[in-house]
């Protein structure tokens, strides 16, 4: 098993840019979470999302981020324009989804994004 | 609601000592509790996890954990440190849903 991949590893672009932040979670897997790890605010759940569908948005910090998983073993997290704030390492983690049960979340190795 | 708190930002041990770090958690319905490992540039790791059934919890590379109730307590321990132990330690518990809630971590430093 490959595990959960993620893409790029390293990103640096310029404030007002696009960025996106691709994920592939681990086959089989129902449910898909975005994080953001700052030495500031530690590991914050930003979005998660259970058979494509997102549950919890609450963690988005603004309209300017936005996230989709169009099918099973892809998702996007979108930050448009971005800002030197937003500099941060993001961590995908996918699970079985199994609510009620022992659900393990499994990350992927992150994303360091870097917006001078 | 659920949460965790990790007492102790900062540990340092020396090499061989015993590794004792703090979780304290906070639930509303019966806990699922978890501690994964951060290594530098990493992702996070499992480390062990408690659903229900034993109350001490064996997971990689020699650290267990146990889960006490009536202290609402899952320290994480491991008799002798080890030089690759030192990592970032994340407890967590997960929610009624899916969601895990995080505590802010641990950073053990490993002294030779």
């Known amino acids: 098993d490959a595990g959960v991949i993620q893409s790029p590893r390293h990103e640096v672009t310029e404030m007002g840019q696009e960025v996106t932040l691709r994920c592939k979670p681990i086959?089989?897997?129902?449910?898909l979470f975005w994080y953001r790890q700052t030495m500031m605010r530690g590991l914050e759940l930003l979005i998660y999302f259970n058979n494509n569908v997102p549950i919890d948005d609450s963690g988005m910090p603004e309209d300017r981020f936005s996230a989709k998983m169009p099918n099973a073993s892809f998702s996007t997290l979108k930050i448009q324009p971005s800002e030197p704030r937003d500099s941060a390492v993001y961590f995908c983690?996918?699970?079985?989804?199994?609510?009620?049960?022992?659900?393990?979340?499994?990350f992927g190795p992150g994303t360091r994004l870097t917006v001078l | 609601a659920q949460s965790v708190t990790q007492l102790g930002s900062h540990v340092s041990v020396s090499e061989g000592a015993l590794v004792l770090l703090r979780c304290n958690y906070s639930s509303s319905v019966p806990p699922y509790l978890f501690w994964y490992v951060q290594y530098p540039n990493q992702g996070l790791q499992l480390l062990l996890k408690?659903?229900?059934?034993?109350?001490l919890v064996k997971g990689i590379n020699g650290f267990e954990a146990e889960f006490k109730k009536s202290e609402t307590s899952f320290h994480l321990t491991k008799p002798s440190a080890h030089m690759s132990d030192a990592a970032e330690y994340f407890c967590a518990v997960r929610g009624a849903g899916n969601q895990f809630y995080f505590g802010t971590g641990t950073s053990l430093t490993v002294i030779p």
């Open positions: 983690a996918s699970s079985l989804g199994e609510t009620g049960g022992t659900d393990t979340q499994y």
């Open positions: 086959s089989g897997h129902n449910s």
């Open positions: 408690y659903t229900t059934g034993a109350t």
